[in-house]
Nanobody, 120 residues
Framework: QVQLVESGGGLVQAGGSLRLSCAASGSIIRINAMGWYRQAPGEQRELVAAVTSGGSTNYADSVKGRFTISRDNAENTVYLQMNSLKPEDTADYYC??????????????WGQGTQVTVSS
Protein backbone atom coordinates (compact mmCIF):
# COMPACT_ATOMS: atom_id res chain seq x y z
CA GLN A 1 0.00 0.00 0.00
CA VAL A 2 0.97 3.58 -0.57
CA GLN A 3 0.20 6.32 1.92
CA LEU A 4 0.25 10.06 1.35
CA VAL A 5 0.54 12.46 4.27
CA GLU A 6 -0.13 16.16 3.71
CA SER A 7 0.75 19.14 5.82
CA GLY A 8 0.87 22.90 5.61
CA GLY A 9 -2.72 24.04 5.32
CA GLY A 10 -4.22 26.75 7.46
CA LEU A 11 -5.79 30.19 7.60
CA VAL A 12 -4.20 33.09 5.79
CA GLN A 13 -5.24 36.57 4.71
CA ALA A 14 -5.71 37.42 1.07
CA GLY A 15 -2.37 38.16 -0.54
CA GLY A 16 -0.55 35.83 1.81
CA SER A 17 1.32 32.60 1.18
CA LEU A 18 1.20 28.99 2.25
CA ARG A 19 3.31 25.97 1.42
CA LEU A 20 1.78 22.52 1.28
CA SER A 21 3.82 19.33 1.55
CA CYS A 22 2.93 15.75 0.76
CA ALA A 23 5.12 12.75 1.52
CA ALA A 24 4.49 9.34 -0.02
CA SER A 25 5.51 6.14 1.71
CA GLY A 26 5.02 2.42 1.27
CA SER A 27 6.00 -0.23 -1.21
CA ILE A 28 6.94 2.12 -4.03
CA ILE A 29 9.22 1.43 -6.94
CA ARG A 30 8.50 4.57 -8.86
CA ILE A 31 6.17 7.56 -8.71
CA ASN A 32 5.35 8.81 -12.18
CA ALA A 33 3.23 11.84 -11.38
CA MET A 34 2.32 13.76 -8.26
CA GLY A 35 -0.22 16.49 -8.02
CA TRP A 36 -2.50 18.65 -5.97
CA TYR A 37 -6.25 18.85 -6.34
CA ARG A 38 -8.73 20.97 -4.45
CA GLN A 39 -12.39 20.82 -3.62
CA ALA A 40 -14.44 23.73 -2.38
CA PRO A 41 -17.80 23.18 -0.64
CA GLY A 42 -20.44 22.24 -3.19
CA GLU A 43 -17.90 22.04 -5.98
CA GLN A 44 -16.21 19.20 -7.83
CA ARG A 45 -12.62 18.29 -7.13
CA GLU A 46 -10.32 20.00 -9.61
CA LEU A 47 -6.69 19.74 -10.59
CA VAL A 48 -4.55 22.55 -9.23
CA ALA A 49 -1.09 21.46 -10.37
CA ALA A 50 0.82 18.34 -11.30
CA VAL A 51 4.44 17.39 -11.87
CA THR A 52 5.98 14.35 -13.54
CA SER A 53 9.09 12.50 -12.44
CA GLY A 54 10.94 14.36 -15.19
CA GLY A 55 9.87 17.73 -13.87
CA SER A 56 7.19 18.66 -16.39
CA THR A 57 4.46 20.71 -14.76
CA ASN A 58 0.83 21.51 -15.45
CA TYR A 59 -1.27 24.19 -13.74
CA ALA A 60 -4.88 25.21 -13.65
CA ASP A 61 -5.34 28.55 -15.36
CA SER A 62 -6.66 30.06 -12.13
CA VAL A 63 -3.36 29.51 -10.30
CA LYS A 64 -0.78 30.13 -13.03
CA GLY A 65 1.78 32.68 -11.94
CA ARG A 66 0.79 32.36 -8.28
CA PHE A 67 1.35 28.70 -7.39
CA THR A 68 4.47 26.60 -7.93
CA ILE A 69 4.62 22.83 -7.71
CA SER A 70 7.88 21.01 -7.08
CA ARG A 71 8.97 17.57 -6.00
CA ASP A 72 11.85 15.77 -4.37
CA ASN A 73 12.08 12.42 -6.13
CA ALA A 74 14.54 11.02 -3.62
CA GLU A 75 12.12 11.74 -0.76
CA ASN A 76 8.90 10.97 -2.70
CA THR A 77 7.64 14.37 -1.65
CA VAL A 78 5.72 17.03 -3.52
CA TYR A 79 5.28 20.66 -2.54
CA LEU A 80 2.86 23.39 -3.51
CA GLN A 81 4.00 26.95 -2.90
CA MET A 82 0.95 29.19 -2.96
CA ASN A 83 1.49 32.94 -3.22
CA SER A 84 -0.88 35.86 -3.66
CA LEU A 85 -3.69 33.76 -2.24
CA LYS A 86 -7.25 34.79 -2.95
CA PRO A 87 -10.49 33.98 -1.09
CA GLU A 88 -11.50 31.82 -4.05
CA ASP A 89 -8.51 29.56 -3.31
CA THR A 90 -10.30 28.44 -0.16
CA ALA A 91 -10.80 24.67 -0.36
CA ASP A 92 -9.65 21.31 0.88
CA TYR A 93 -6.43 20.44 -0.92
CA TYR A 94 -5.63 16.81 -1.73
CA CYS A 95 -2.35 15.27 -2.74
CA UNK A 96 -2.33 12.60 -5.44
CA UNK A 97 0.37 10.21 -6.62
CA UNK A 98 0.48 7.64 -9.40
CA UNK A 99 3.16 5.04 -9.90
CA UNK A 100 4.30 1.44 -9.54
CA UNK A 101 4.52 -0.66 -6.37
CA UNK A 102 7.09 -3.29 -5.50
CA UNK A 103 4.53 -5.89 -6.63
CA UNK A 104 4.65 -4.22 -10.05
CA UNK A 105 1.11 -2.95 -9.70
CA UNK A 106 -0.06 0.47 -10.73
CA UNK A 107 -1.25 2.60 -7.86
CA UNK A 108 -3.12 5.86 -7.60
CA UNK A 109 -3.34 7.16 -4.07
CA TRP A 110 -4.86 10.18 -2.34
CA GLY A 111 -3.95 12.00 0.81
CA GLN A 112 -6.44 12.78 3.53
CA GLY A 113 -6.70 16.43 2.57
CA THR A 114 -5.61 19.65 4.20
CA GLN A 115 -7.78 22.71 4.57
CA VAL A 116 -6.78 26.08 3.17
CA THR A 117 -8.84 29.12 4.13
CA VAL A 118 -8.13 32.55 2.69
CA SER A 119 -9.86 35.45 4.38
CA SER A 120 -10.66 38.67 2.57
Amino acid sequence: QVQLVESGGGLVQAGGSLRLSCAASGSIIRINAMGWYRQAPGEQRELVAAVTSGGSTNYADSVKGRFTISRDNAENTVYLQMNSLKPEDTADYYCNAEGITTLLRVFRSWGQGTQVTVSS
